[in-house]
């Protein structure tokens, strides 16, 4: 019986995402308005991961954060929205609360799964009592 090698471009590929400390690097740059982005408005910022990892900070609601990262060299996406609709990324969802400069992490879709992960975005877009109850003291 032969012994099953792992793919050496697919181990390659899944180290070039970003990890959870990194992911809350590239909040914390976006909250102080640093310059690594390559664009940024008031709401998202693009920031260049690596050659073929892209990261988007978007600023859901008040106090809630989304890191994601998604890969460019496969596809090319135009708009925001169509970004958003790539299936193969990562990402955390993040509270911030201004008062005590403090980041909590909420989920992330590599531990959670995508199909949860989703679902509790949704929740919180949708729910503006959960988004607050983070920053509840």
């Known amino acids: 019986m032969s012994e099953a090698r792992p793919h050496p ?5 899944v180290s070039k995402y970003p990890n959870y400390p990194q992911a809350k ?11 690594r982005a390559f664009f940024r408005t008031h709401r998202y910022a693009y ?11 978007i ?3 008040s106090g809630i954060y989304e890191v994601r990262a998604y890969p460019v060299d496969a596809f090319f996406v135009a708009t925001l929205e169509e970004a958003l609709k790539v299936h193969d990324f990562r990402a955390w969802l993040f509270a911030y609360d201004p008062r005590i400069r403090t980041i909590y992490y ?3 879709s590599q531990k959670a799964g995508i ?3 989703k679902q509790v975005k949704q929740v919180i877009k949708t729910k503006p009592t959960l988004a607050l ?3 509840a003291r």
């Open 106 to 108: 909420i989920t992330g």
């Open 115 to 117: 199909d949860r992960y």
């Open 47 to 57: 920031y260049k991961h690596s050659l073929s990892i892209q990261i988007i900070v």
């Open 25 to 35: 690097a590239y909040l914390v740059d976006f909250l102080a308005h640093g310059r």
């Open 59 to 61: 600023h859901l609601k």
């Open 9 to 13: 471009l697919l181990a390659t590929q």
């Open 133 to 135: 109850a983070s920053q």
